[in-house]
């Protein structure tokens, strides 16, 4: 005689237990990818945030020769954007843009929205992103004046080291060329006053030019200047030639 054996089977009761207990993992796992997809998004939307703001203002770790030399749009149109299409697309034959300033791996869509698709908020010296549920702020720079208008100051003095004394402060013209803020340049012309000392004013962010010309000779030096957001600009210049 057969014994019968015995059904190795689940029950009822066992396979509801196995599926509540696949249906917990499955819950946990679906709560940490979407976790870690939301982490994801914020990660690159503050990454490109600031890409947006290296496009704007530049990158302050950018140096050639020990001076800074990535000014951004600013730096080349003496003018905040007015609005993020501009860093792609010349905004009105500007000369001196010199754009595109995103780079490679954007197109005019893809950087104007956040990674959860939400078109960027982007007015004066901030830009937002709002797709998260909460808002993500990148400032631009402290102040629309920190980037549009700076001071520079110097001080001249001839081969000899003499200054221009009393007598001589019209020897001397002293120019800065700017961006104008609307697609060109602008030149401000000061003299030396009798100690050599010379200043410009509201001077935007950039990599300027500063002539320095003898009048009666047309005697002209050249320099680069620097300028960085919200500061004064100090230069100490020696002509190079003896003329007082």
Do not use: C
Request: hydrophobic fraction near 35%; aromatic fraction near 10%; glycine fraction near 10%.
């Amino acid at each position: 005689m057969h014994r019968l054996r015995k059904n190795s089977g689940w029950t009822l009761v066992e396979l509801a237990i196995v599926i509540i207990i696949i249906g917990i993992i499955a819950a946990v796992a679906t709560q940490k990818m979407s976790t870690s997809i939301e982490t994801a998004r914020y990660q690159q939307t503050k990454q490109e945030m600031e890409q947006l703001v290296f496009a704007i203002v530049g990158n302050p770790n950018v140096y050639s020769s020990g001076t800074r030399t990535d000014f951004g749009y600013v730096g080349d149109v003496g003018a905040l954007p007015d609005s993020l299409g501009a860093l792609v697309t010349n905004p009105g034959g500007y000369s001196t843009w010199d754009g595109p300033y995103m780079g490679t791996g954007y197109n005019e869509d893809d950087f104007k929205k956040d990674a959860w698709g939400f078109e960027y908020t982007y007015q004066d010296t901030l830009i937002r992103s709002t797709g998260s549920g909460s808002n993500i702020d990148k400032l631009i720079a402290r102040s629309s004046d920190a980037v549009l208008s700076n001071t520079v100051t110097g001080f001249v003095v001839d081969a000899n080291h003499d200054v221009p004394g009393t007598e001589d402060t019209t020897s001397l013209t002293i120019s800065l060329v700017y961006p104008d803020g609307s697609g060109g340049t602008t030149t401000s012309t000061v003299y030396p006053r009798p100690n050599g000392n010379f200043t410009f004013a509201g001077v935007p962010i950039g990599a300027h030019t500063l002539q320095i010309v003898y009048v009666a000779e047309n005697d002209t030096a050249t320099y680069n200047v620097s300028v960085a957001p919200a500061s004064t600009t100090k230069l100490s210049i020696t002509f190079p030639a003896d003329l007082w």
